[in-house]
């Protein structure tokens, strides 16, 4: 590709982009010798992002380094950190952390959001529907969250290891657009560039084939703990999800603006949209736990594309917990639909057929007024 092919390529992807996501690794954002934050690049970065939200698009932040700024502030050494040291470290650094990035943006009048993740959190669904709603509702409120690991109680069984991954796992969580992964190479290289000077650089990759795995190296030294590897692994749950991905240069200043000038970098691009992915996982990769029985109103709103509200259910049946998925039946027994239900199986009994407002009143808290939302929900 040509630097005009290039910046028409991410200029393409990050204006149809609604949702982005970015990753900020540790070796950007982190002085390696001596563990102060870059806070000039950060600013920059903040300049980029606050550039994206005037135009109109939502912005999650994926950030590592708070054990490398963590362990600077308690005098740890240089070398491999134990994992109660690591936790200690992150404790320290998460504050730090996010106080800078609430420094950055605050002079764009930004609000910024502090989310710690673990990996079970995006695998146990009612953790996953938790973390979602929160990012939805820090989105709809006009914040940024800024998201990293939550290494002050992970263990090495439930760590995702890098931030790469969960940064792939939130784009999924989130239906984001585009993930950029913002690291110290400008993309994928056939072999090694630090190691092969023919490496040929590859600025677009239309499927993740054994090849392309094969093309990865290994991580660089230094606080970096993820490399080509887990960036591909991470492509390949991005674009499963719908979800283009570019990895890009971060090094230097302004990353995301250069990006869209057509700095050299690879998109991995997915054939489906998010809305699509996801509706495709719940149609066929989920085996329904229970189901609702609707009235002829309730089925014809539905086959319209709206959203399946309490009064139009006549039945609940099965056990089921909070974002399970359940079959949608006409009063035949005809399947429907299929869709994640927005309330446990207990709960849903005793708000059918009652009106959404009165939900609050039976229940004693106010939930969602649909039972299955329509981004929740795939005609049968």
């Known amino acids: 590709m040509?630097?005009?092919?290039?910046?028409?390529?991410?200029?393409?992807?990050?204006?149809?982009?609604?949702?982005?996501?970015?990753?900020?690794?540790?070796?950007?954002?982190?002085?390696?010798?001596?563990?102060?934050?870059c806070r000039e690049w950060l600013w920059a970065l903040a300049d980029d992002l606050a550039a994206l939200r005037a135009e109109g698009k939502e912005v999650i932040v994926v950030s590592s380094g708070a054990i490398a700024v963590g362990r600077q502030s308690l005098g740890l050494s240089r070398g491999k950190l134990k994992l109660e040291q690591q936790q200690a470290a992150a404790a320290t650094g998460q504050i730090r952390l996010a106080?800078?990035?609430?420094?950055?943006?605050?002079?764009?009048?930004?609000?910024?959001?502090?989310?710690?993740?673990?990996?079970?959190?995006?695998?146990?669904?009612?953790?996953?529907?938790?973390?979602?709603?929160?990012?939805?509702?820090?989105?709809?409120?006009?914040?940024?969250?800024?998201?990293?690991?939550?290494?002050t109680v992970a263990t090495s069984e439930i760590r995702f290891g890098d931030n790469d991954r969960l940064a792939a796992r939130v784009a999924a969580m989130t239906n984001a657009d585009a993930l950029v992964l913002l690291s110290d190479i400008d993309g994928l290289y056939s072999g090694d560039p630090r190691r092969d000077r023919a490496a040929r650089h590859l600025p677009e990759v239309e499927e993740l084939t054994p090849e392309i795995e094969a093309m990865a190296g290994e991580a660089p030294p230094g606080y970096s703990s993820g490399g080509m590897v887990t960036k591909l692994v991470a492509a390949r749950i991005a674009t499963a999800a719908g979800c283009q991905m570019v990895i890009a240069d971060g090094r230097r200043a302004h990353p995301l603006k250069a990006l869209r000038e057509g700095a050299r970098c690879t998109w991995f691009l997915s054939k489906v949209e998010p809305r699509a992915a996801r509706k495709k996982w719940i149609a066929g990769s989920l085996k329904p736990a229970g189901s609702l029985t609707v009235d002829e109103g309730a089925k014809r709103a539905l086959t319209a594309g709206k959203s399946l509200l309490p009064a139009g259910?006549?039945?609940?049946?099965?056990?089921?917990?909070?974002?399970?998925?359940?079959?949608?039946?006409?009063?035949?027994?005809?399947?429907?639909?299929?869709?994640?239900?927005?309330?446990a199986s207990d709960d849903a009994a005793r708000i059918i057929g009652h009106n959404s407002k009165d939900i609050e009143k039976l229940l004693g808290y106010r939930g969602r007024e649909e039972l299955v939302h329509r981004d929740d929900l795939v005609l049968s």
């Open 313 to 343: 259910v006549l039945a609940v049946e099965g056990r089921f917990g909070r974002g399970g998925a359940v079959l949608i039946r006409d009063r035949k027994g005809v399947e429907v639909a299929r869709g994640l239900s927005a309330y």
């Open 2 to 37: 040509t630097l005009a092919e290039t910046m028409c390529a991410s200029r393409r992807h990050l204006d149809a982009a609604r949702r982005v996501v970015v990753k900020v690794g540790s070796a950007l954002l982190v002085e390696q010798t001596s563990g102060d934050l």
């Open 99 to 151: 106080h800078a990035y609430e420094e950055a943006l605050a002079r764009h009048g930004i609000t910024v959001a502090q989310v710690l993740l673990t990996l079970e959190d995006t695998e146990e669904r009612r953790r996953h529907l938790n973390a979602r709603g929160t990012l939805a509702t820090l989105l709809k409120c006009g914040a940024v969250p800024m998201i990293n690991e939550n290494d």
